[in-house]
C-alpha cells in the first residue's frame, strides 16, 4: 500500500486532527459532505486563548481570495465549524491534495493565524467509464496474448476512493490485466486468452466493471464490444509521450492551444487515425475541444488563472479497426492582470472623539488581488489633507491611524479615498471613501460676543423691564454648546445686585428687578457668566454696566429768596439806581441733571412791570430803566424758576423790594405782606415793626464793625445788610456748566452801603488766594455776568471800598 493510501486511511480513522505549526498557523482536516455545526477543532484552545476573549476581541475568519467560506468560529465555544456543504470533487477536482487557506482575524491588538482546511475524500463517486459502449474490431488472425487497451475509468474521488480494479465477464476468448500507469491511476488492458473464430462468432459482447476501494465499495460498468475482423497489428504512436504548452487566461475563444499528432503503420481503413479527448473533468470538457481529424486543441470557453492555474487532458488516438494510444496534455495557464484590486473594511470606529490620541487606530482594511506575481503587490494611497495615514500591518492588512489632533469645530465630517493598486502593467485600481464623522467633546466655552456690555435705562422704570441683552456662543454640540446664563453674585451699595437686575438663563436678556432712582445712584456693574451643559461644564465671563438716565422728576429749589413762611426777605434798592443795575438774584436748584436741570428764570408777575428784568439763565434782577419818584416805593416780584425737561417742571418765589436811600425814609411795611392776607393785618403789621428795627439794629452793628475792621488791616471788605443763609444750600446738587444751577464758584452776595442817598450798587469779581502786589488794580472781565462798571482797587489806602463780591 502506498504512502499516499495509507495517509488517506490514517485520515478517515482520525477525521480531524490538529497540527501546531511555527508562527502560530492551524492546520485541521475535515472530511467532505459532512453537515453544518460540524466541530473541526477548538482554536481558542489550539491558540492558548479564552474562548471569551475571542468575542471581545471580535475574532473572524477570513478567506485569502474572497472565496467561499466553508468555515467560521463560533465565538461562544471557541469552536470551527463547518457553515456550507464541502464537495471536495467541486473544489480541487482531480488533485490529489485538497486544502483551504483561511486566516483567523483578531483585533485589539490585531493578530492574524494561518488556518489550513485539508479536505479528506470520501468515497462518494463511482468509477465511470467515457463511454458506456466500447467497441473493438479484432481480426481473427490476433495471436493469443494480444493486448487491447480499454478506456480507463474515472471516479472523482481520489487515493484509496479511486479506482482500484476492474472485473471483466466471464467468457472463452478473453482475459483482464489490470496495470498502474504512471500518475497512480489503473487502466485494463483487454487480453486475447483463445483465438477467435469469425465464424463461429462475429460479434462478441463484455461487460467490463471498475471498482473503488471505498467504503462501501462503488462500481461502474460499460459494454465491451468485440467485432471480429481481419488482422489489425499497429496502433496509433504520437510524436511526443507528453505535451506541455502554456496558455494566458482570457485567452479569446477559437485559439490554437496545441495540436497533437499520432501516426498509424497500417495503410488504408487501418491507418486512419481519429482524436478525442479522453479522461478530462467536467470542468476541462467545457473549456477545450479537439478537432478529431486535426487533433487541434483550441479553447471553447473562458479561461480565468484564478479559477485553475492549470489543465491535465488525456488525448486518445484511434485507428480505423478501433486500436488506440493515449497520451497526456499539461496546459499551464499563466496569470494577466486582469484583477482590480478589492478593498475591504474590516472594523470602523465611527463616530471617532475629538480628543482622541494621536495615533490611535480608527479603522482596519485588507486589500485582496486575485492576481498573482507582481500583479498582486499592491500599494495603498490616500488624499495628504487629512489627518490620517495608512499603516500596514501584517499580509495586506493595513490600519488608518490619526496623524494630528481632531477638532469637530474645524471638521466635522471626513470622506476620506483610499486607492489601491497593483503592480501589474498596465497597473489596475480601485478605491474606496470611508465616511468618518468625528463626535464632539466639551473644549470650548462659551465666548460672549463682547467682553463688556453697556446698557441705558431710563429712571422710574418698571419692575421687569428689559435692560439688554448679552450673546455668548458656543462652537461644541448639543449639550456641550448649550448656553445658561447667570450673574455672579456681587454687591452695590451693600445690597445683593439680584435686588437690582435679574437675567433669564436661556435668552440672556437682562430685566430690572425693581425701579430705578437717578437720584441715588447712577451706575451698577455686574458680571454676568455663561455656562455649557459639558461635563464638566465650561465657562466665561463678561461684564455688564448698567448706566440709569435721568428723567425730569424733579422740580426746581429755590434757595434765594427763602420760601415763605420761614423768614421775610426785602431788599432795598437806591433811587438812583440805573438802567441795567443789578438789584438781587434769584438762586435755584434742580436735582435732576442735564437738560432737566438747565433753569431758566422770569417774572410773572410785578408791581411795576416796566421796571424790573430778569436774567433768563442767570437769576439775576436789574433795573431795566432808571427809578423815578413816581415809581412805588414798595415793589413785589413773583418769580418763576422753570426748567428745560419733558414735561417741565416750575417753581415760583416772591422778592421784595424797598425803593429808598436811606432806612429812615422807610415807611412801616405793613403793606409788604401779601393782599391776600389782608384778614391778619394787625399781625403782620407787628411783626414787620419788630423785624425792621431789628433789621436796623443789626445793619448798624455790621457797619461799625466793617469800618473798623478796615482801619486795622487793608483787605477787601463786604457792605452791606442782605446775605443768603448757608442753611439755605441743600448738599449734592449737580453742577451743571450754564444751566443755572448753583455752583461752587458762584455765589453771589449783595450789599447795600450805608452812605448818602447817592450811594450806587458797585460790583467786582472774586479773587484767588495769590497776594495782591501793593499799589495793584483788579478790573472787571469783559463777560462779568454782573455787566457791572470796573473799579480800581489801591491796597496802598485805608480808604478802600468794596459794596459787591463775586466768589
Given amino acids: 500500500m502506498d504512502l499516499n493510501v495509507l495517509l488517506s486511511a490514517l485520515l478517515l480513522l482520525v477525521p480531524v486532527s490538529l497540527v501546531r505549526v511555527v508562527r502560530a498557523d492551524l492546520n485541521y482536516a475535515v472530511p467532505e459532505q459532512t453537515k453544518r455545526q460540524y466541530v473541526i477543532g477548538n482554536i481558542a484552545k489550539d491558540l492558548g486563548l479564552d474562548a471569551k476573549g475571542l468575542s471581545h476581541r471580535k475574532a473572524r475568519i477570513d478567506t485569502e481570495d474572497s472565496s467561499k467560506r466553508f468555515c467560521d468560529v463560533d465565538l461562544t465555544t471557541g469552536n470551527l465549524i463547518v457553515t456550507e456543504t464541502i464537495d471536495r470533487e467541486e473544489i480541487c477536482g482531480p488533485r490529489t491534495s485538497c486544502s483551504l487557506k ?13 488556518i489550513s482546511l485539508e479536505i479528506q475524500d470520501i468515497n462518494d463517486n463511482s468509477p465511470q467509464f467515457p463511454k458506456e459502449r466500447i467497441s473493438f474490431e479484432i481480426r481473427e488472425s490476433a495471436d493469443k496474448g494480444e493486448r487491447f487497451p480499454l478506456d480507463e475509468a474515472h471516479d472523482l474521488d481520489t487515493g484509496r476512493n479511486a479506482v482500484q480494479g476492474y472485473t471483466l465477464q466471464k467468457n472463452e476468448n478473453f482475459i483482464l490485466s489490470v496495470h498502474e500507469n504512471a500518475d497512480g491511476g489503473k487502466y485494463a488492458e483487454l487480453v486475447l486468452d483463445k483465438e477467435l473464430d469469425r465464424e463461429q462468432q462475429t460479434d462478441i459482447e463484455l461487460v467490463l466493471t471498475a471498482t473503488d476501494g471505498g467504503h462501501p465499495q462503488r462500481s461502474g460498468t460499460a459494454l465491451v464490444h468485440v467485432t471480429v475482423l481481419d488482422a489489425n497489428d499497429n496502433i496509433p504512436v504520437f510524436t511526443q509521450p507528453v505535451y506541455r504548452v502554456s496558455l494566458a487566461e482570457n485567452t479569446p475563444l477559437g485559439t490554437e492551444v496545441i495540436t497533437v499528432s499520432a501516426t498509424d503503420a497500417d495503410e488504408g481503413a487501418n491507418g486512419d487515425v481519429t482524436y478525442e479527448l479522453s479522461r478530462v473533468t467536467e470542468k476541462a470538457a467545457k473549456l477545450f475541444s479537439i478537432d478529431k481529424a486535426s487533433g487541434k486543441i483550441s479553447v471553447r470557453g473562458d479561461i480565468d488563472y484564478e479559477e485553475e492555474t492549470y489543465y491535465e487532458l488525456k488525448v486518445q488516438a484511434k485507428d480505423g479497426p478501433g486500436l488506440a494510444s493515449t497520451v497526456k496534455i499539461i496546459i499551464d495557464i499563466t496569470d494577466v492582470n486582469d484583477n482590480a484590486p478589492k478593498i475591504i473594511l474590516k472594523s470602523l470606529n465611527d463616530p471617532v472623539p475629538e480628543d482622541t490620541a494621536v495615533g490611535a487606530e480608527v479603522a482596519i482594511i485588507n486589500v485582496q488581488d486575485k492576481d498573482s506575481g507582481e500583479n498582486r503587490q499592491i500599494h495603498c494611497s490616500f488624499q495628504n489633507n487629512v489627518p490620517f495615514k495608512l499603516n500596514s500591518s501584517v499580509k495586506n492588512y493595513f490600519s488608518l491611524v490619526t496623524t494630528n489632533a481632531l477638532d ?9 479615498t483610499i486607492t489601491a493598486t497593483d503592480g501589474g502593467s498596465p497597473p489596475l485600481s480601485s478605491s474606496m471613501t470611508i465616511h ?6 466639551n473644549d470650548n466655552p462659551p465666548v460672549f460676543d463682547e467682553q463688556s456690555y453697556s446698557a441705558y435705562v431710563a429712571e422710574n422704570n418698571k419692575a421687569g423691564t428689559s435692560i439688554c441683552s448679552v450673546t455668548a456662543r458656543d462652537p461644541d454640540w448639543r449639550q456641550n454648546g448649550t448656553v445658561l446664563y447667570s450673574l455672579l453674585p456681587s454687591e452695590v451699595n451693600g445690597v445683593p445686585v439680584s435686588s437690582f437686575l435679574s437675567i433669564n438663563a436661556d435668552t440672556g436678556v437682562i430685566h430690572a428687578v425693581r425701579s430705578f432712582d437717578y437720584e441715588q445712584f447712577r451706575s451698577l456693574k455686574v458680571q454676568v457668566v455663561s455656562r455649557d451643559n459639558g461635563s464638566p461644564p465650561l465657562s466665561s465671563n463678561a461684564t455688564v454696566s448698567v448706566f440709569i438716565t435721568d428723567e425730569n422728576d424733579n ?3 429755590i434757595l434765594y429768596p427763602a420760601p415763605e413762611g420761614k423768614s421775610l426777605m426785602t431788599e432795598m434798592v437806591p433811587k438812583a439806581a440805573l438802567s ?3 438789584v438781587s438774584k434769584v438762586i435755584a436748584v434742580d436735582a435732576d441733571s442735564g437738560q432737566n436741570a ?6 410773572v408777575k410785578s408791581t411795576d412791570p416796566g421796571l424790573f428784568s430778569m436774567g433768563v439763565h442767570s437769576g439775576e434782577i436789574r433795573v431795566q430803566r432808571d427809578i423815578s419818584e413816581s415809581d412805588s416805593m414798595k415793589q413785589n416780584l413773583v418769580i418763576s424758576v ?4 419733558q414735561p417741565p417742571l416750575s417753581a415760583t418765589c416772591s422778592v421784595y423790594l424797598l425803593i429808598s436811600d436811606n432806612l429812615a425814609e422807610v415807611p412801616e411795611l405793613k403793606d409788604m405782606t401779601y393782599e391776600e392776607k389782608s384778614s391778619k393785618l394787625t399781625s403782620y403789621l407787628i411783626i414787620a415793626l419788630v423785624s425792621v428795627s431789628t433789621f436796623f439794629l443789626t445793619f448798624i452793628i455790621l457797619i461799625l464793625a466793617v469800618r473798623f475792621c478796615r482801619r486795622r488791616k487793608p483787605r477787601l471788605l463786604f457792605d452791606g445788610a442782605v446775605a443768603i443763609p448757608s442753611a439755605y444750600l441743600p448738599p449734592n446738587y449737580a453742577e451743571v456748566e450754564g444751566a443755572g444751577t448753583l455752583r461752587s464758584s458762584y455765589n453771589y452776595d449783595a450789599y447795600l452801603t450805608t452812605g448818602s442817598h447817592t450811594s450806587d450798587f458797585k460790583f467786582i469779581r472774586s479773587y484767588n488766594d495769590s497776594t495782591l502786589p501793593a499799589g495793584g488794580t483788579l478790573k472787571m472781565s469783559q463777560n462779568d455776568p454782573f455787566g457791572a462798571s470796573m473799579i480800581a482797587l489801591n491796597t496802598a489806602g485805608d480808604d478802600d471800598e468794596i459794596m459787591c463780591s463775586k466768589n
Fill in 102 to 114: 483561511y486566516e483567523l482575524v483578531l483585533q485589539n491588538p490585531l493578530e492574524v493565524h494561518r
Fill in 642 to 645: 422753570r426748567d428745560n425737561g
Fill in 555 to 557: 422740580s426746581p429749589q
Fill in 408 to 416: 469637530r469645530e474645524r471638521e466635522a465630517d471626513y470622506n476620506i
Fill in 436 to 441: 468618518l464623522s468625528v463626535s464632539d467633546v
Fill in 580 to 582: 441795567g443795575s443789578l
Fill in 598 to 603: 438747565w433753569l431758566s428764570y422770569r417774572i
